[in-house]
């Protein structure tokens, strides 16, 4: 069914965003048998992790007069403010323990630099700063990407939109998605993946 020149982008499916973490997203460790299952029909599977070290400034303890969900001005613009998560190395980083993609071909880390977070794996939130992926897969030969993991409407909704931008044929499997939904974001994510061409499955 999938071809030589696509791959599984399997995207933050970490113990902070499943129930239970840090930033849980509702229903997060549902998706883990069916990225599993997913997989093992991919010839190539890259990973994601959100690695944060522990005074990122995403995180809404680095700024003493905010909450987590609220917003923040950054050098790069407004970013949404999170519970601490996904600290570099500790168990809330670490793959959920049911994951099992030995076939994953390369794990990409993202949000290391404390003053910049990352969404997207292929550039953090100032949008210009590369994570090295698209270059990685361009150079690989591949066509199409498929985003599943977690969250639908953050980490999977910027990825997906930068795979399409760099001029990757992207779909979406949103059954191996969940959202943490924020103000309508999962919605919001639904409208711009039809705005950008992106195969929502
Ligand atoms: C994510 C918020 C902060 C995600 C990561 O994986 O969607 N969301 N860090
Ligand atoms: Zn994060």
Known sequence: MWKETDVLLVIDVQNDFCPGGKLAVPGGEEVVPLINRLARGFKHVVLTQDWHPAEHKSFATAHPAKNPFETAMMHYGPQTLWPDHCI??????????????PNAELIIRKGFR????????????????????????????????????????????????????????????????RSIDLDGSADAARRSFAEHGIVLA
Request: glycine letters at 8%; a negative charge.
């Open 114 to 177: 404390a003053e910049i977070d990352s969404y997207s794996a292929f550039f953090e939130n100032d949008r210009t700063t590369p994570t090295g992926l698209g270059g990685y897969l361009t150079e690989r030969g591949f066509r199409k990407v498929v985003c599943v993991g977690l969250a639908f409407d953050y980490c999977v909704r910027f990825s997906a939109e930068d795979a399409r931008k760099l001029g990757f044929d992207t779909e979406v499997i949103e059954a191996a998605c």
């Open 88 to 101: 570099q190395d500790t168990h809330g980083a670490e793959f959920h323990k049911d994951l099992h993609i």
